[in-house]
């Protein structure tokens, strides 16, 4: 019975670790996720693809009103994503654009 009970506990504890870690990810594991849904299709998995679809890697970090007002109203082919992601997911994925960046 003792022995049951550690297991237990120990269980509930890594269970309680695991599920804090998965919200303690950083914005651009986050917006990682966000652009492989929402973005990679046309962008390219690298961001930038063989079409003419912008290269996201030009982005400046100066840029983030180009940004978001692209992703958010749309442009040209591109749908608008302002009715689909959350202000916390822009901001991720603007994180996750400018780690890849090119500067």
Do not use: N
């Amino acid at each position: 019975m003792q022995a049951s009970l550690r297991i237990s506990v120990v269980l509930c504890a890594l269970a309680a670790a695991q599920s804090a870690s998965a919200q303690d990810r950083s914005p651009i594991a986050a917006g990682a996720e966000v652009y492989q849904t929402h973005c990679a299709t046309c962008h390219g998995e690298r961001l930038v693809s063989t079409g003419s679809t912008f290269d996201l890697r030009r982005l400046r970090a100066d840029e983030r009103p180009r940004f978001d007002k692209a992703t958010r109203e749309g442009k040209g082919q591109m749908p608008a994503w302002g009715g689909v992601l959350s202000a916390e997911e822009f901001d991720q994925l603007w994180a996750y654009v400018r780690s890849k960046a090119d500067d």
